[in-house]
């Protein structure tokens, strides 16, 4: 009896032992490292199909300490409109600079994350009206043509976003959309700016912005 009873608990010894060497020796799940991600946004080429605004742009966002990223855009675009007596067109290139602030993130990939943040929006570009409303002798209004000039703005965007990787990929979709509000503005001719590239059109100074993008992190 005496001799069973050891065997037994020799036998619960072994298997606890190698119960716990079973877990010392499992490998842990490898945690992702924070990535750079580089990528094209895809509503800038969609919105040609809507509008009359055609436009590129490319991204890139680095980690840089702890929950801070800092984030870069730079594009083209062209816009034309024919609004309330007004009829233009105008293009140039801009670029955003700014920091992501993340919110919240997954505790295996921290690629994968929603946050916030701010863009120093800026542009440079040309514009030009081949109709134009003036008032006419006796207040009579009349149309007259200005040509090509050039024209800044810069601008403020607050944002918020989120980074989701596609599949098990280094693949991400990263999406936001903020507010953009014009600081500056300057023409040539002294007239104010209708469609600036990257901000938008000039709604009262304000402009909605939504920026699709897929790109690659490494």
């Known amino acids: 009896m005496k001799s069973l009873v050891k065997t037994l608990l020799t036998f619960c010894l072994l298997i606890n032992i190698s119960s716990v060497l079973g877990q010392e020796n499992k490998p842990q799940e490898k945690k992702e490292r924070k990535k750079v991600f580089v990528g094209i946004d895809l509503a800038q080429p969609a919105l040609q199909f809507f509008t009359h605004k055609t436009g590129y742009e490319a991204s890139a966002i680095v980690p840089i300490r702890k929950k801070w990223y800092a984030a870069a855009e730079a594009g083209y675009e062209k816009n034309e409109y024919d609004d309330v007596g007004w009829k233009g067109k105008s293009s140039g290139f801009f670029t955003n600079i700014g920091a992501n602030w993340i919110v919240s993130q997954d505790n295996e990939n921290p690629n994968m994350n929603f946050y916030m943040g701010g863009r120093v929006g800026f542009s440079l570009f040309n514009q030009e009206f081949s109709e134009a409303p003036v008032q006419g002798y006796r207040e009579s209004p009349i149309s007259i043509s200005i040509p090509s000039h050039?024209?800044?703005?810069?601008?403020?965007?607050?944002?918020?976003g989120a980074s989701v990787p596609i599949g098990n990929s280094n693949f991400y979709i990263n999406a936001n959309t903020g507010i953009n509000?014009?600081?500056?503005?300057?023409?040539?001719?002294?007239?104010?700016p209708i469609a600036i590239p990257g901000f938008g059109k000039n709604n009262n100074g304000l402009n909605l912005r939504v920026v699709w993008a897929i790109g690659y992190a490494f």
């Open 150 to 160: 050039s024209a800044t703005a810069v601008w403020f965007e607050p944002l918020v």
């Open 181 to 192: 509000i014009l600081l500056f503005k300057k023409t040539d001719q002294n007239i104010d």
